[in-house]
Structures are given as C-alpha cells and as structure tokens.
C-alpha cells in the first residue's frame, strides 16, 4: 500500500513538475516589423545597363595625381584603420560566441589544510577515534586535489548558435562599415581635389585681372594728367585694384586649407599636393552611367550594412525568446585527492568524480527576461525603419546627383556665354572711356562683372566635377 502511495506521489510531482514547466515557457506575444525592401521603378527612375558602381576607382578616375592621393589614404588614412580594428574586434566575438555552445573543458588543482576545534562534533569524534587514541586534539588535514572538470550546456532552443549567427551579421556589418567609409574617403580626396584646381583657376584669373587693373589705372593716370579726368576717377581705379590684390590671398588661404584637409585624410603632415587640371578644364565629362535603381541594394554599403545589423537584430529576438525555456547544462569531473600526497597515486582509492546534470528555467518575476524581450523587438523594428531610410536616402541622392549633372551641364554653358559676353565688354568699355563715350564707372562696373562672372564659372565647373564624384560614390562605387 505504501509503494502504491509513493508511486502515486512520484507520478503528481512529476506532473506538476510539467505543469510548473508548461507555464514558465509561455512567451509573451510581440509584434515585429517586416522590412520593405522594393524600390519604385518608373518613368523617372533611371534605367541604364551599365552601372559605374562597378568600375574600379582607378578606372573611374583618369588624373594620375589624385588617384597617387587616394591610394597613399587607402593606406595611412586613421579612420580606415580605426574600422579595421573593430572589424578585428568583432571577428574575435564571433569566435567567442562560437566557444559558448562547445563544452569546456578545464583543470583544477589545489591544497588545504583544515584544523576542526577539540569542542565540535566533528572533533570530538576524532578525539575518540581509534586511530590515534592517545591523541586528544585533532590535528590539523591537509588536504590534496587535482581534476579535470568539464561542463556543457546543451543547446536545445538554439539560443547559443542563434547568438552567434548574430555576432557574425555584426561581424560582415563592420566590414560593409569599412566599405562605406573607403567609399566616402575616396569622394572626400576627389572633391577636395577638384576644389583645389578650382582655387587655382580663380588665383590665376585674379592675377590677370590684376594686371587689367594696373594697365587701366596708369591710363587713368595719364588722362587725369591731361585733364580727361579727375582725381576722383583715379582712386576709384586705385581701390578697385587694391581690392583684387587682396583677393588673392584670401583665395591663398583657402589654398593652403584644402592642400591640409587632404593631408589630413591622407595621414600625413602639411606639404604641397601635386594636382593637374587636364579634366577640369575640358569642355565634356565621362558619361555616368547609372545601371538599375535596384542595383543600389548590391552595391551601397551602407544598404548591405543595415541589412546586416537587421538580420543580428532578428537573431536577438531569438536569443531573447530562449530565455524563457529552461537550459540543459552538464558537468562532470575527474581527478586525484588525498589527505598525503604520497596516497595520490594509489589507485583507485584515491580516485574523485562526479557528473551532474542540471535543468534550470525562470518561473516567478520575469520581469528582466521580458524587458530583454521586449527590447530586442523595439531593436529589431528600429533596424528595420533604418534599412528602409537607408535605401530611401541612397535612392534620394542618387536621383539628386544624376539631376544635378544634366542641370550644371545646362548652367555651365550659359554661365560661359556670360563670361565671353563680359570679356567683351571690357574692351568695349575701355575703348569708350578712351573716347570720353563712357565713364569710369561704367569701366569699373564692367571689369567687376566680369570677374565675378569667371569666378561664377569656375564654381559652377567645381559643382560638375562634385556631381561627377558624388554621383559615384551615390551608386556605392570605390569600395569594391
């Protein structure tokens, strides 16, 4: 009767002990945000079957000086090698995630010495012990242990290969972070490139104006000492030229700042940059090609990147949801103890293991397990609006850059006929004021016009080679 009762027990504990498991592994209901990765395609999309996104930097850009400038920061720039340090960083995570779900394997050795107090139990057992009987005080025990331990936790739910598959999307996020920071480095160099020979161009119109200038002021001089003018005319000339020779070392200034900016992301301290302005100065730029808007998603870094923070993100939510079953963990160990070490090595008296298992879960405030939970959704749903904006962003700018060429192409040729019509203009006004058919303001006004017209030119040439080079980088060239 006894047994059937103890067998009937034994039956509801185990019961209850599944019951008890049942509603400790329920999982509180979320809900997730499911990517949008389509990207509109029509009339004013761009459709092309090339894509310079593919091109190698070195075929894209054709100036030897700048392409010697962005290898040498390739290879000494500090942020790029900064990144490739957290690329190490989260290579050995990787690793350490993989080392969770394997069993450890270990040693453990030590020694002791305990000495129990005459008035206990356990002393005065040993004070009437057979052993030693004409000892009344214990002696103190030395104490000799070596094993090999192990333990194991079993990976039932997956929680510990799902970590790690997160800890590599964070691994391959860091490398697309690596990718996008050479794309930009690369556009970085070549603007600041383009807009060095640009400040060259506008120092030397600067200095022929100035030469303008000072012909046309020692006319003036000449015509006041005939009385054609006043003295009035003759400072207004005067200031006009001191003016310009100003110019130019505000326009040296920005000089020596842009030749340092790219020193700076070359790694190096101030020097003098070599340039060319063979393609600044030509009439026609290479042609863009622009391949497929869908292309954006294969070839931007920062797309493959939030894409995969989205996916280690997805892998959290796993991870977070494991916690809330109960984990499977294994220990064991194996080794030698004895109170002499002499008595090590009688065996197998002096043999030790054991072997554990153990099954552990949450049952009672879960409050953290939940938190965890609930935050990894809110993660995952910010991961995945971010991807869409990333996609939106790469979208926006490339469709802004591919505008932006056919407009400045448009702007620049009616900003050069400007520029032929001013020229003109000033030899036209000077043979006037030599005839007394035009006054010197008119002189002065025209020669500033113009000046500003050149300068407008050179900006607007400078905004071309811009749109060139950001236009590469938009379509997530230069890394590859």
């Avoid at 030698?336 to 008595?343: D, H, I, K, R, V």
């Avoid at 006004?445 to 030119?457: C, G, I, N, P, W």
């Avoid at 050179?458 to 236009?471: G, P, S």
Wanted: aromatic share 10%; proline share 3%.
């Amino acid at each position: 009767m006894m047994k059937t009762i103890s067998s009937k027990w034994v039956q509801y504990i185990i019961c209850l002990y599944l019951l008890v498991m049942v509603f400790s592994c329920k999982v509180p209901v979320i809900i997730s945000k499911q990517e949008n990765k389509n990207i509109p395609i029509n009339k004013s999309s761009w459709q092309d079957a090339e894509n310079v996104a593919n091109s190698k930097w070195k075929d894209y850009f054709t100036d030897d000086y700048l392409k010697a400038l962005i290898d040498t920061a390739l290879k000494n720039n500090q942020e790029l090698a900064i990144t490739l340090q957290e690329i190490a960083i989260t290579r050995n995570e990787v690793e350490a995630r993989k080392g969770e779900y394997k069993p450890f394997v270990g040693y453990r050795g030590g020694m002791g010495v305990d000495k129990v107090a005459r008035y206990t139990n356990i002393g005065a057992m040993e004070a009437n012990t057979e052993i030693k009987p004409e000892k009344e005080m214990p002696e103190p025990l030395f104490d000799f242990k070596g094993a090999a331990t192990a333990s194991w936790e079993l990976d039932i739910w997956h929680k510990l290969h799902n970590a790690t598959k997160a800890s590599i999307s964070r691994y391959v996020a860091t490398v697309e972070g690596r990718n996008f920071v050479i794309t930009n480095l690369i556009a970085e160099i070549a603007n600041s490139y383009y807009e060095l020979i640009a400040l060259d161009n506008q120092l030397d119109i600067v200095r022929k104006n100035i030469a303008l200038q000072s012909k046309a002021l020692e006319l003036v001089r000449v015509q006041k000492e005939a009385a054609m003018v006043t003295e009035l005319a003759v400072k207004k000339f005067e200031a006009e030229l001191l003016n310009t020779q100003s110019l130019q070392f505000n326009i040296l200034q920005k000089i020596t700042e842009t030749e340092n900016a790219i020193n700076f992301l070359l790694g190096r301290y101030p020097q003098s940059i070599q340039r060319s302005d063979v393609l600044f100065n030509s009439q026609d730029l290479p042609i863009v090609h622009a391949g497929l808007p869908s292309e954006l998603l294969a070839n931007r870094p920062d797309i493959r990147q939030a894409e995969q923070l989205l996916a280690a993100n997805k892998m959290d939510i796993q991870v977070a949801r494991a916690q809330f079953y109960p984990s499977l963990g294994i220990s064991a160990s194996l080794g030698l103890q004895a109170f002499n070490p002499t008595y090590l090595l009688k065996l197998p008296e002096s043999i030790l293991g054991s072997f554990a298992g153990d099954l552990a879960g949450p049952l009672i405030n879960k409050n953290a397990i939940k938190a965890a939970y609930f935050n990894a959704n809110a993660k995952q749903i910010q991961a995945a609006y971010n991807y869409e904006r990333t996609i939106l962003n790469a979208y926006i700018e490339v469709a802004n850059q591919l505008s932006k060429i056919g407009n400045l192409k448009k702007s620049y040729d009616f900003k050069q006929k400007e520029v032929d019509a001013l020229v003109q203009s000033i030899d036209i006004s000077n043979l006037l004021f030599k005839s007394a058919k035009a006054d010197y303001m008119e002189v002065l006004h025209t020669q500033r016009d113009a000046l500003e017209s050149k300068f407008e030119l050179i900006e607007t040439k400078k905004m071309r080679m811009n749109a060139f080079v950001d236009t590469y980088r938009a379509l997530g060239g230069g890394w590859k």
